[in-house]
Structure formats: C-alpha cells, structure tokens
Nanobody, 127 residues
Framework: QVQLVESGGGLVQAGGSLRLSCAASGRTFSSFIMGWFRQAPGKEREFVAAIRRSGGSMYYADSVKGRFTISRDNAKNTVYLQMNSLKPEDTAVYYC????????????????????WGQGTQVTVSS
C-alpha cells in the first residue's frame, strides 16, 4: 500500500504558474512510477504526466507538453507537477497517482493502470 496526499492547488490567473506536490507514505516510493491525472467538470478523468522510478524519463499528454513539468525527489518521497502558462481549460481536480513498475514502460495512461490515487487538489485558472 501507498498513501498519496496532494497539495499546492488554488486559484491563479491565466498565464500564471502553480506547483503541485504529492507526498507518499507506505511502501518504498522509489519502486513506483508516479504520475498525475486531472478531471475537469463534466469531463472524463485524463492522464497528464508520468515519471520513471529514477526520475530520468517523463511522459506528458499532448495538451500539457511544453507547459507542465513532472519531477520527483525519492529522498523526500515526493512528486511534483510544475504548471506554467496555465489556461482556463487546465481548471480541474488534479490527482496524484502511483503504479507498480512491472515492465519498465512509462506509457500507461489509463485510469486502471494506476493502482493508487490521492484525494485530489483543485486547480482553478481564471481568464
């Protein structure tokens, strides 16, 4: 088991920045691929980004590529999502997720691919 707790959400104007954090506890943090999903009002929950156990490789949804950066600090059991150039369409609840690394692949983007979920943190971008 691993417990995930997000923080850092809030209200920001379009063009601004926010950094989300996710603190993990429980099983060895470095054994998990970590990621972020988001769910906007009335929409399906969607993949945002993922990062390898070592932090050496990242994968992003096309909608955030070039604006968002995922990173992790295995010494602090924390994963981050730096969000720049925010747009109103980035408004959503953002969820920290973790999946057991069975095969080394970073390219799992389905909800069912991630075994552990945080409670979510609200990000609102005003126009």
């Amino acid at each position: 088991q691993v417990q995930l707790v997000e923080s850092g959400g809030g209200l920001v104007q379009a063009g601004g920045s926010l950094r989300l954090s996710c603190a993990a506890s429980g099983r060895t943090f470095s054994s998990f691929i970590m990621g972020w999903f988001r769910q906007a009002p009335g929409k399906e929950r969607e993949f945002v980004a993922a990062i390898r156990r070592s932090g050496g490789s990242m994968y992003y949804a096309d909608s955030v590529k070039g604006r968002f950066t995922i990173s992790r600090d295995n010494a602090k059991n924390t994963v981050y999502l730096q969000m720049n150039s925010l747009k109103p369409e980035d408004t959503a609840v953002y969820y920290c997720v973790a999946r057991v690394d069975y095969d080394g692949s970073l390219y799992y983007t389905g909800r069912s691919d991630f075994q552990y979920w945080g409670q979510g943190t609200q990000v609102t971008v005003s126009s």
